[in-house]
């Protein structure tokens, strides 16, 4: 047996780890810097050359000095129990605007802005409805969601609750009926009558899930749950400095506690017997065979059905346009009340209206891209103007993010390149509609004199990140509580002494850690088998 290598390209001594992490996504460093912390030996396998996984910060412009979050790009389910626990050198920095949402209402642009303070947003409310009657069921609606937070929050790091352990903890039978057993379609019409406000309710259960507002599966439940419990608030905040900043400090974090991170190693096989395990891995070098105690996961269930030769899970599939573009300035708004300052700041909301979501996901399902497809843009920089270079910073210029929904992978599957750049062209347009300029007379051009705008479809993300299908949850999201087969922790695999700590495990999914956390938690406390 020829032993893993110590650093990326230093042999080191034969010898067999605690644990070995295959995959140094946000989790597998989370896993590692828990157990190296409490005095195991840790190895960490990652296939690229950098550690990250999904939540990195990147340069994406030839020869622009713009670092963007590429693909995750917010930060709401991240505990600060973990933060805490692990020393880590990392700020999130609350945006001053929840959301905005153009629209034209009797000939003429308005909007919908939340935040700003409660005056403001009570203001828009009646501008954009003629009275307070959304406003006040919009506080009566968030104070619910708001109370099942605050309850259902902390449980993701403590070992999984039984579903009537849950129901108990949150202590309000109308809130468990409204977000665990209906569509959650039923609570938003009957707290809203306004189709804008509608819409912008029901986002949240839409991000990377493709489905409708009364999906009896209840998939958009369990994604609206986990958008609204982050924190125990619900806050979606900024990470200062990206996302890869977090990522950089949780590498940072494991490598001082002593694990070892090879990047540019490729776990290809696991055997285990539920006591002692092997991780067959290739490098540059050649292949090797890392023994272990314990094996972690931090990749999709697909991934862990490969590695120890089972069979596959159902598929997956993704179902988001995620667009990265960087802009000489913010264009300026329809809307006369809007400042863009203000309305780019929080999530800009853009065809996503409660009818024109249900049109999406019908011509959707039908094999057709949605006519007027939605999606939600924010602008990093605004809150953070640290991912910019000095003087990209001094001209004025922003990043802006879009995450496009009602798009699965299906759509993509003739012709990927060419259903991508259709996609992107029909988004850009619904977001021109609410313009006074045209986008493209704002995007920044790079040392080649190209746009600054990427695209990546659900197919790209399966490409690049391994992601089943492209689904960023790398499968359906599941519910907080145990369920047939989900182990003490949610993370367990059938095997003793394999984990899954990836964003597939019981209450993963998102940039939280969580999984990474409980999968360390079930190494410590002997509870893996």
């Known amino acids: 047996m020829t032993p893993p290598p110590s650093t990326p390209s230093t042999p080191g001594t034969s010898r067999t780890y605690d644990a070995v992490i295959v995959g140094g996504g946000h989790n597998g460093l989370v896993a590692a810097a828990y157990l190296a912390r409490a005095g195991r030996s840790v190895l960490v396998l990652e296939r690229l050359d950098h550690t990250g996984g999904a ?18 790009y917010l930060v709401s389910l991240l505990p600060r129990k973990i933060v805490r626990d692990l020393g880590l050198r990392f700020r999130v920095r ?13 000939g003429r642009p308005t909007g919908l802005l939340v935040g700003g303070g409660e005056r403001r947003t009570r203001e828009s409310f009646a501008r954009l409805t003629g009275s307070e009657r959304e406003y006040v069921a919009w506080q009566r609606f968030y104070a619910m969601t708001g109370h099942v937070a605050r309850r259902v929050f902390p449980t993701l790091t403590e070992p999984l609750p039984t579903r009537d352990e849950l129901r108990r903890r949150v202590d309000d ?20 009558a306004d189709d804008l406000v509608r819409g912008v309710a029901l986002t949240d259960a839409l991000i990377g899930t493709f489905a409708d507002a009364h999906d009896p599966s209840l998939v958009q439940n369990r994604c609206f749950l986990y958008h609204v419990i982050g924190g125990g608030t619900g806050a979606w905040d900024v990470p200062i400095g990206g996302m890869g900043a977090l990522t950089d400090a949780l590498a940072e974090a494991a ?11 490729e776990a290809v096989r696991i055997d285990a017997d539920g006591r002692t395990a092997e991780v067959t891995y290739r490098s540059a070098d050649g292949e090797y065979v890392a023994a272990a105690r314990h094996v972690l996961v931090n990749a999709s269930p697909r991934e862990l059905a490969a590695l120890t030769g089972q069979a596959a899970p159902p598929p997956a599939e993704g179902a988001q346009l995620k667009v990265n573009m960087l802009l000489t300035r913010l264009p300026r708004l329809r809307d006369p009340e809007a400042d863009p300052r203000e309305a780019f700041a929080g999530t800009f909301h853009i065809a996503e209206g409660y009818g024109q979501l249900a049109a999406a996901h019908a011509r959707a399902a039908a094999g057709e891209l949605p006519d007027a497809p939605p999606s939600e843009i924010y602008c990093h920089s605004l809150t953070d103007p640290t991912i910019l270079g000095p003087d990209l910073a001094a001209q004025g210029m922003h990043t802006l993010t879009l995450f496009g929904l009602h798009t699965p992978a299906r759509l993509f599957a003739r012709d990927n390149d060419a259903v991508r750049e259709e996609l992107l062209t029909s988004t850009l347009a619904q977001l021109d509609a609410h313009l006074a300029e045209p986008l493209a007379d704002c995007l920044a051009t790079d040392a080649d004199g190209r746009p600054c705008i990427e695209a990546r479809s659900p197919l790209d993300l399966d490409r690049d990140l391994r992601l089943p299908g492209g ?8 519910w907080p509580h145990a369920q047939e087969g989900t182990g003490h922790w949610g ?28 999968a360390a938690m079930a190494v410590l406390e002997g509870t893996e088998g």
């Open 173 to 192: 039978e109308a809130a468990w009926r409204a977000l665990f057993e209906e569509p959650v379609g039923v609570a938003i019409e009957d707290h809203f």
């Open 94 to 106: 609350a945006r001053t605007v929840s959301s905005y949402t153009p629209v034209e209402r009797a």
């Open 255 to 265: 490598r001082a506690a002593g694990a070892v991170l090879a990047t540019g190693h």
């Open 55 to 72: 939540a990195v910060s990147t340069r994406p412009f030839t020869g622009v000095d713009a670092r963007l979050s590429r693909y995750s």
């Open 491 to 518: 993370v367990e695999t059938g095997r003793a002494n394999v984990l899954l700590c990836g964003a597939g495990a019981v209450r993963g999914g998102g940039v939280s850690g969580v999984p990474g956390h409980n």
């Open 471 to 478: 689904n960023i949850f790398h499968r359906e999201l599941s």
